[in-house]
């Protein structure tokens, strides 16, 4: 008998999606809108198409890879791809049927039009990270355990040195999540992963709802990403969403209570302990440092009155700031919690090469100091740097999205020799060093416009000319003993197409200049 089709009703969908909790669990004929056809859009629609479900995916984008990227989803059965500004106004329907889930790309807002109809139409809106939490159970495959880490800075250093910790355990381990490989790719992997080391940003926490890793940690808190959140108070409770259902150890940071105060009010798994990290002398229960050791008095039975070794700082390379030692100790905290022994702790430490543009020492000339830290795009992280070195000459400006600078000057103003500003927006730094460091020399740098992004390579004041001028102007003033920091705390796309385009301009202009000076000294 023939009749009108009847949709779902939201309580029926959500029966159908709790359902849904392995890759072996029927995903068959799921209506899904992806949002966003980047890394994690690609990686999630692909995914859903092998599993049988309908999919359409929106991207605002029209650019020749988006187009590309949409053929090949077509190729391999796409329902549908819509590019352009109207596709993501609108919720798109489903061979004329509405959506059952929206799987949304991590850096779009909870207030996108889509997703906010998405909302008023009570479709469920998941992560790409939500979805492949879902999808980790797989008949006849290795499920692997999830280690946990958030945080406004360090994510992707710690993420790295979990990694490397596991893998000096002879365990099967990857670094996966915000930077990096996709979650989604890397259960799809034929590898049988033991362990993932996770790196979660607020915007894939905030569409994150069952996760439960073995152990989790957020690094450190500052305001940040609040045009996106709405209020730092809503971006500090998504942050807190990587404790929640934590197996082993939410792990959390001594010194700042923001973070110890999420453990407490986190709803964990019965028997889940609080440990913490501290750059001071650990008490019990704590990892920390005693005496240049990194040292453990959590993870064993005689924790009351001793503590086990597990690195050297000396371990950490020839720069080891305090936010870097921060780091090491809370990826240990994560292993630990694991069941990782102190000597793979050491090992993965020794063997652990930190990123590009994070207290990346470029040169030593002169008992001069060249370090590229172009990943501190905002004050906490440039905080950070600034305090590893006492006499410096910093390189600092960009785009600085609103941002306070008073406190990070009067925090630094006694270690600061000079200041060279880059950037075309630096009335903001300039007037807080004229307000808190009124006697540093500040060295102004000519100012390139935004718009100049697009045709870099042809404009003379751009990019690698202004780094170039920001670092013979650094040459200049620095003296034996000094470090020229380059630690902008801010954005880049005024002057640069990323941070890491920003970093690559210094390190090719220090090491210009470092090459003409050694020239100079043979002739």
Request: overall charge negative.
């Amino acid at each position: 008998m023939g009749g009108a089709a009847v949709n779902a009703s939201p309580e029926t969908v959500s029966d159908r999606l709790e359902g849904l909790t392995s890759w072996d669990s029927d995903w068959s004929g799921l209506r899904v809108v992806v949002t966003g056809i980047g890394v994690s859009g690609f990686a999630a629609a692909d995914t859903l198409i092998e599993l049988g479900a309908k999919v359409v995916v929106v991207d605002a984008s029209t650019t020749a890879k988006a187009q590309a990227q949409a053929d090949t989803l077509k190729i391999v059965g796409a329902v549908d791809v819509l590019l352009g500004q109207d596709a993501v106004n609108s919720l798109p329907l489903i061979e004329g049927e509405k959506p059952e889930l929206v799987v949304t790309s991590p850096g779009w807002r909870p207030d996108q039009a889509l997703l906010a109809a998405a909302k008023r139409k009570h479709i469920p809106v998941w992560g790409d990270v939500e979805l492949a939490w879902r999808l980790r159970v797989r008949e006849g495959r290795k499920t692997a355990d999830w280690l946990a880490i958030t945080g406004t800075n360090g994510k992707t250093t710690t993420v790295g040195m979990t990694e490397s910790m596991l893998q000096a355990a002879g365990l099967k381990a990857i670094a996966v999540g915000n930077v990096g490989t996709p979650i989604l790719d890397a259960l799809r992997d034929p590898v049988d992963y033991d362990a993932f080391a996770v790196e979660l940003s607020s915007f894939q926490l905030h569409w994150s709802h069952s996760l439960s890793p073995v152990a989790s940690v957020c690094l450190n808190v500052a305001e940040d990403h609040v045009d996106w959140h709405g209020s730092y108070e809503s971006y500090l409770a998504d942050k807190a969403k990587v404790y929640e259902n934590t197996q082993k150890a939410a792990i959390y940071n001594a010194e700042q209570i923001e973070t110890e105060r999420m453990v407490e009010n986190a709803d964990v798994i019965e028997g889940c302990r609080a440990v913490a990290f501290t750059t001071n002398t650990p008490a019990i229960s704590m990892v920390g440092i005693v005496d240049g050791l990194l040292v453990d008095r959590a993870f064993i039975a005689e924790r009351k009155d001793s503590a086990a070794e597990l690195a050297a700082l000396a371990d950490l390379g020839a720069v080891a700031p305090r936010h870097m030692v921060a780091n090491a100790l809370a990826a240990a905290a994560l292993v630990r919690a694991y069941g990782v022994e102190p000597a793979a702790v050491k090992q993965g430490l020794v063997n652990f090469l930190p990123g590009e543009h994070r207290i990346q020492l470029v040169a030593k000339q002169n008992d001069v100091l060249w370090v590229n830290d172009s990943k501190a795009t905002n004050p906490h992280a440039a905080s950070a740097a600034l305090s590893a070195f006492s006499n410096v000459v910093w390189i600092a400006g960009g785009l600085s999205k609103g941002v306070n600078y008073d406190d990070l000057v009067k925090e630094h103003a006694h270690r600061l020799k000079a200041v060279v500003l880059i950037g075309a927006d630096t009335d903001a730094l300039e007037g807080s060093l004229r307000r808190h460091a009124p006697d540093v020399p500040v060295i102004l740098q000519p100012k390139g416009e935004t718009e100049e992004v697009e045709t870099a390579v042809a404009s003379p004041i751009f990019g690698e000319t202004i780094m170039a001028q920001a670092v013979a102007s650094a040459a200049d003033v620095a003296a034996p003993g000094d470090t020229v920091l380059m630690a902008p705390a801010a954005a880049s796309m005024d002057q640069f197409s990323s941070y890491a385009h920003r970093g690559d301009a210094f390190i090719q202009a220090v090491r210009e200049l470092v090459e003409g000076q050694a020239q100079t000294t043979e002739e």
